[in-house]
Every structure is written in structure tokens, then in C-alpha cells.
């Protein structure tokens, strides 16, 4: 085991911190995360004004009746989840300009007329509003990653109008952008009109059918959610961050599952969403009390344990878990390196992905409606609110329930060796003492 955890160490850790570290990556995690606030406000007013209570509604409506019908789908949902492309281009192209250590603002500036650029325009002259929204998300991350290396490229070849030092830093990072954001422009008008001679007739069309849809539809499947949740344990199991590597890919995939699923939550709640697994069937249930499943692990660990080191982590760990933290438990017990606890440690979030996606596959349960859940928001709450029902919150207490019976015998072995060690220890300063 030993030589096992060491050749693996020795070859995968380089490889994981590559992936982890590799700058469009970050850029990517970094530009979702900016509109995470935002998402939230949104996501609550949806839960709000749709909250699925007919006593409520009709209190509303009555004491409301010019407001309550438009306040959240017709005006703040188009402020906020309605903008969630253009978000990511600030914080994509924002985060990446500082890794290449270039003027965020002004990159921002360029990749946001480049987007306009390549979005369609009705009759009207007016740009389609649905590629603001999640239609247009993989279109905004791919070009704020192109201005913002060609935006670079043209710095570094001193592709700029050079102003005299006396210039203001503040006037002079303006004209040194205006070359390079000329030719950028002009290049992405050039993919324009090529765009308009294919049958696509837009590159945002384009990459929505031939990349956003397949590998929304593959990432989001049952056999594609089973491999992350394996190989997330499985870094976690060498004290990778397994969480941020295969964040990397399936979080820009579970979010446009997530947006999809709230365009058609958004025209009824009855009409039947496409995915199972997004972003927050992710959080609730796949990392629900952290990697591994483990908050029913931490109430075993805290009453049905004898050693006194297990059942003390266990107490600590509680409150942590219910927030879906559960450092405390993976370095403490600890799950990372011990041999003991590898198989639950896999098979807990395996299973809970086969019982939570079966449930919705078959109609016990709601598809998740699309609504931004806070990921540290705990069971069975995140369940009720991920898919506006009590049978959400019903199936995460299923689940923690199904992840103990899973991890108690093999923590009934660690616990047993634990103990004695500690018996051990004991009756060794007895002796000295």
C-alpha cells in the first residue's frame, strides 16, 4: 500500500496541480464565481415568487395585484440570471488579464464588443437577449479567452500607439489598448460574416449545437457523473483537491444543465426540465456534507463510536458537515491515505448518485428547477428549495441516511483500532506513571 500511495503521489500529484493551476481553468472558475452573487439574489426571488404555497400566492396577488404578476420573471430575473453570459465575460476575461498580467479593464471592455459582435440581431436591430442568458454562456467564456491571449499577444509584440511618460498612466493603457483592440474587433467581425455563410448562420449558434449541447448532455449523464464522482474521491484519497480539479470541467457543463433547466422552469413548472444533474444536483447530493457523503458520518463518528480521538473529531465535525464542510473529517479521521475507509469513501457518493438521479429518473422526485442553491445550504432544505418540493429534501435525508449504513462497519473496524491504540497508550503511562 505504501509503494501503491507513493508511485501514485509521485505521478499524479504533478499532473492534478497542472490541471488545477492551468490559467483558463482559473479563469473559467473565477468568471462563474463572480456572478455567483447575483445568481443567488435571483435563484431567491424565483423561490419567493413562486413559492409553492396557492394560500400565499393568492394573499399576493390580492394585496399586490399590479406587482406580484411581474416583479420577478419580467424584471428582476432579466437583471440577474438573464444576464449570467455577460457576467462571465467580466469575470473570464477579468480574472485571466491578471494572470497574464494586463489591464483588467480595459480587456473586459474589448471581449464584451467582440461578444456583441458575434451574437445575432433580429429585424429590429435588436440583439437577442437570450444569448445575455445561459444560451450564449460557453459563446462568452471561449471569446473572453481569445481577446484577452490576442489582447496579450499584441501587448508583448508592442502593437500599440506608445504616448510620451508625461501622459497619465490612466490616458496612456487607453491608446495602448486602441490598436490591438481594433484588429481584435476586426478579427471577430471577419468570424461574423464566415459564420453567416455556413448553415449556423452565427458562431454562437455554432458552438451552442456542436459544443454546449453534447457536452452538456455528456457531462450531465448518469455513466459521465459516476466517472467525477470517482475521480474526485479519488484525488481526495492522495489530499488532492479533488473538488477543483474536476471542477474545472464539469462546472462550466453542470451550469449551462442549471440555466437550461430554468429557461423551461421559467415558461412552466410543469413542463418537463431536460437534466438531472447540474450544478446544484452537484452540490445537494453528490458533495452533500462534503466529498464523500460523510455528514452522516460524523454523527456515527460522534455517538456510536468508543474511541475517545474518533468520537471527539465527530463532535467538532457536526456543525462543519451540515454546511457541507468536511475537511475537518477527510484530514482528521482521516479518509485521505486510509486503507480502512476507501471503499465507503467511494461507494457512498456512488450510490447516492444512483438513488438521486433514479428518483427523478422515474418520477419520485422533481428534476432540479434550475434555481441557484447556495452549496453550503443544508439538508433537507437545499433538496426542498433545488427542486421547489419537499420530495428534494425527502431524498437527501434518504441518502445521508443510506451513506451511514454504507460507512458504519467499516468506521466499527477503525473505531476497534483506534480504541486499542488508545487502551494501549493508556496502560503504557500507567506504567511509567
Not at 471592455?109 to 454562456?137: C, E, V
Request: with cysteine; aromatic share 14%.
Amino acid at each position: 500500500m505504501d509503494r501503491l500511495t507513493a508511485l501514485l503521489e509521485k505521478n499524479l500529484e504533478p499532473i492534478a496541480t497542472r490541471f488545477a493551476e492551468n490559467k483558463y481553468l482559473i479563469a473559467l472558475r473565477d468568471g462563474l464565481v463572480l456572478a455567483m452573487p447575483i445568481l443567488i439574489i435571483g435563484s431567491f426571488c424565483i423561490i419567493i415568487g413562486d413559492f409553492p404555497i396557492p394560500a400565499f400566492q393568492t394573499f399576493m396577488t390580492n394585496a399586490f395585484p399590479d406587482f406580484w404578476a411581474n416583479w420577478n420573471w419580467n424584471v428582476v430575473n432579466p437583471a440577474t440570471i438573464g444576464l449570467v453570459s455577460l457576467l462571465s465575460i467580466v469575470g473570464v476575461s477579468s480574472s485571466l488579464a491578471r494572470e497574464e498580467k494586463i489591464d483588467p479593464m480595459s480587456s473586459v471592455a474589448i471581449a464584451l464588443s467582440a461578444y456583441f459582435i458575434l451574437i445575432p440581431i433580429d429585424d429590429s436591430a435588436a440583439y437577442n437577449s437570450s444569448y445575455f442568458a445561459a444560451q450564449g454562456l460557453f459563446v462568452s467564456m471561449i471569446t473572453s479567452i481569445l481577446v484577452v491571449e490576442l489582447y496579450a499577444f499584441f501587448l508583448r509584440k508592442k502593437v500599440t500607439i506608445k504616448m510620451p511618460d508625461s501622459v497619465p498612466s490612466f490616458v496612456s493603457t487607453q491608446f495602448e489598448a486602441l490598436v490591438p483592440a481594433t484588429i481584435i474587433l476586426m478579427m471577430f467581425l471577419a468570424v461574423r460574416y464566415i459564420f453567416a455563410a455556413t448553415p449556423y448562420g452565427t458562431m454562437t449558434e455554432f458552438i451552442y449545437k456542436v459544443l454546449q449541447i453534447p457536452l452538456t448532455n455528456i457531462g450531465t449523464s448518469l455513466g459521465g457523473t459516476l466517472v467525477v464522482s470517482f475521480l474526485n474521491s479519488f484525488f481526495w484519497l492522495f489530499g488532492i483537491h479533488g473538488t477543483a480539479v474536476t471542477g474545472a470541467f464539469t462546472d462550466p457543463i453542470w451550469y449551462a444543465a442549471r440555466f437550461a433547466n430554468l429557461e423551461v422552469y421559467q415558461k412552466g413548472a410543469d413542463l418537463a426540465r431536460p437534466y438531472i444533474v447540474t450544478m446544484d444536483f452537484g452540490n445537494m447530493f453528490i458533495f452533500l456534507g462534503g466529498t464523500g457523503i460523510t455528514l452522516a458520518l460524523t454523527f456515527l463518528m460522534a455517538f456510536a463510536c468508543k474511541s475517545q480521538r474518533i468520537r471527539q473529531l465527530g463532535r467538532m465535525s457536526i456543525l462543519p458537515g451540515l454546511f457541507n464542510v468536511n475537511e475537518p473529517v477527510i484530514f482528521g479521521l482521516p479518509l485521505v491515505l486510509n486503507p480502512v475507509m476507501i471503499i465507503p469513501f467511494f461507494l457512498a457518493p456512488m450510490v447516492t448518485i444512483l438513488i438521486a438521479y433514479g428518483a427523478m429518473r422515474f418520477g419520485l422526485c422533481p428534476y432540479p428547477t434550475g434555481v441557484t442553491i447556495p452549496w453550503t445550504t443544508p439538508a433537507p432544505i437545499g433538496g426542498w428549495l433545488m427542486c421547489n418540493d419537499w420530495r428534494g429534501g425527502l431524498l437527501q435525508l434518504i441518502v445521508i441516511a443510506v451513506s451511514g449504513v454504507i460507512y458504519y462497519p467499516f468506521l466499527k473496524v477503525l473505531d476497534k483500532k483506534y480504541l486499542e491504540e488508545e487502551v494501549a497508550a493508556e496502560n503504557e503511562e500507567k506504567k511509567q506513571a
